[in-house]
């Protein structure tokens, strides 16, 4: 409650966003023990992390007292995006000379 300032719907909200969080981490452990079904899923956790870090970077309520908050907030989109274009690059066949 002291983060929700005993504001219960903020309370509610930090909730329903925790539950969203566990979801994404139990998904994506789901998705490493069956990487082979999981490009799709990658770019779509990519487009996720990339959309929470622009809410951090654009404050709505004014700007921005530190980078550090959106800074750490980026860390997860720019580790996934680096892990997508670096499997593209490795699952590239490669030619074959005949």
Do not use: C
């Amino acid at each position: 409650m002291n983060a929700a300032r005993d504001d219960m719907n903020a309370a509610h909200l930090i909730q329903e966003f925790g539950s969203m969080l566990i979801f994404a981490g139990l998904i994506s452990i789901w998705f490493i023990r069956h990487y082979e079904q999981s490009k799709f899923f990658h770019w779509a956790m990519t487009t996720f992390w990339a959309l929470f870090a622009l809410v951090h970077w654009f404050y709505v309520g004014g700007s921005i007292k530190s980078i550090a908050g959106p800074s750490i907030n980026t860390i997860p989109f720019v580790l996934f995006a680096v892990a997508g274009l670096l499997r593209s690059y490795a699952e590239k066949p490669t030619p074959t000379v005949d």
